[in-house]
């Protein structure tokens, strides 16, 4: 296969790559859709409710602070700062996916950033790094299925969320750091890997016991990210990815 | 409204700034300085760890051992194999276990 036939892409080709790139995610995110939605309804939203948080808000980690924040009876808005922060990262996503996507007219790039889910920008910048170009095909092909099956579960979670016999026997609550932890290591080719992934590991677990969640998610990561931007920037500048 | 649609709105509304957010602000500079670049390449490393390390610290035996063996495998597979032995692991030792 040569980098041409890559980086040109015939948009059929790009749309199985895409999908293919999803798969994994979609695997990996059903028990927690569905765990949503139980948990949703649990909390006292309807299965329409949690339908709708899924499909506007998209993003596991805030909804489930969500309802855990909803369970505790806090202010509104508290809430929303909450779910706010937890989402806060995608601010760096943008920026970093924004430059490969440059190319696109503005519209597409309107709706693609909705879609900047972890998974979503961690493969963008793994195709980036290598070269390819991110195409709208190719992103959005990715995208959607996970998207369509994100919200599906939300609802069917949220309606059968009582038929989970034993969620823990399952290991529900602990397959997201182990999805999470595969994302860190395919990155450890980056500068400053062990490094930054050493400091943003102890900020945030600090953070963790003192401030409290959410908040480590942002404290651990602008720690991490500081280190990386203080390094000596000599020596590993012709390597950019 | 109630309480419960105000929020999944406001919600919406907040993590899509977010989204499109990055890109507005940095989209307005001609020239990224290396060190936001530097700062912009770390960004995935440095905000999944957080996603992992306090669960890691919360963790029992049986989630720990998981977790080391899919770190491991992940030095050798791709990350759908990855997460299939270390779900196997997890869930394996807890029938075990419990």
């Known amino acids: 296969m040569s980098a041409g036939s890559i980086s040109e892409g015939a948009p059929g080709s790009e749309v199985w ?33 949690a339908f709708l948080m899924s499909a506007s808000i998209y993003g596991g980690a805030s909804q489930m602070v969500g309802l855990e924040l909803f369970g505790a009876k806090i202010a509104p808005w508290l809430i929303v700062l909450s779910i706010f922060a937890v989402n806060f990262r995608h601010v760096l996503y943008s920026g970093a996916v924004g430059r490969r996507i440059r190319h696109w007219p503005p519209l597409q790039q ?21 070269g390819e170009k991110i195409s709208f095909a190719w992103y959005m092909s990715m995208a959607l299925p996970i998207y369509v099956c994100w919200i599906a579960e939300a609802w069917i979670g949220g309606t059968f969320g009582n038929l989970i016999p034993d969620p823990h026997a399952l290991g529900i609550d ?18 400053f890997w062990l490094p930054v992934v050493a400091t943003s590991a102890i900020a945030s677990v600090i953070a963790y016991k003192t401030v409290g969640s959410p908040w480590h998610v942002t404290i651990g990561a602008a720690a991490g990210i500081l280190l990386a931007a203080a390094m000596p920037l000599d020596g590993k500048r012709d390597n950019p990815s | 409204m109630n309480t419960i649609l105000w929020v999944i709105l406001w919600g919406a509304v907040f993590t899509y700034a977010a989204r499109v957010g990055g890109h507005l602000v940095l989209s307005r500079f001609d020239k990224i300085h290396p060190r936001v670049e530097a700062g912009l390449n770390a960004v995935p490393a440095a905000v999944l760890t957080t996603l992992v390390a306090p669960a890691a610290t919360q963790a029992g035996p049986v ?26 692991v997890l869930i394996g030792l807890r029938q075990v276990v419990g």
Not at chain 1, 174 to 189: A, E, N
């Open chain 1, 110 to 130: 309107a709706v693609g950033f909705f879609f900047l889910v972890d998974p979503q920008y961690a493969e963008s910048e793994v195709k980036g790094a290598r």
């Open chain 1, 17 to 49: 790559r895409g999908v293919k790139a999803g798969l994994p995610v979609v695997v990996a995110s059903a028990p927690f859709g569905l765990l949503f939605g139980a948990l949703a309804v649990d909390n006292g939203f309807t299965p329409f409710e």
């Open chain 1, 174 to 191: 602990f397959l997201l750091p182990i999805y999470f932890l595969g994302l860190v290591m395919d990155f450890r080719d980056r500068p």
């Open chain 2, 63 to 88: 989630e720990m051992i998981a977790l080391v063996v899919a770190g491991l495998a992940s030095l050798r597979f791709g990350m759908m194999t990855m997460f299939l032995i270390g779900a196997a």
